[in-house]
């Protein structure tokens, strides 16, 4: 894109400029994040990502982006793309607790049990007290765990038809 401005020259004529364009970008974050939220929640799954993408492209080292984009993909059953997404959120920001959640769903998409235990865990672990979807994690955590107590091998030998 074409530079406003008078880069690397000390203050001048050109700050106004700058911080007109800046101003632009961060306007231009916030409706696509916004934009992006109403299609994640009209179930819009492409709309969404198409908006979150840009806001990634705009502002790369935003957490929450990645997150709804993975949010996103889980609502397109794309389970492996959605864990990517969930898992560079985490890398951007260790505490985003948001992304443990929708890795443990993206990871239980893909059949990764334990895995999915594992991520939900961490979203309890470092979610507040008060939290809304505490109740769904451990209610998560238990499903899962009693689907894989009941899918562990027995040592019976099969019996003889």
Known sequence: GLLLGSEGSGPGPG???RAHVADKKRKEIDLRFQQGVVMLHAKEY???LTAF??????????????????FAMLGKGEFQAAADFFD???????DQINAYFGLAL????LGNRHGAVEAMRTFLHRASPDDP????????IREWQAALASSRPTHNPPAKP
């Open 15 to 17: 700050d106004g400029a």
């Open 46 to 48: 492409d709309h969404a």
């Open 53 to 70: 993408h840009r806001v990634i492209e705009l502002a790369p080292q935003m957490p929450e982006a990645y997150v709804n984009a993975g």
């Open 88 to 94: 560079e959120a985490t890398n951007l920001r260790r």
């Open 106 to 109: 993206a990871l239980d998409g």
């Open 133 to 140: 979807y505490r109740p769904k994690a451990a209610a998560a």
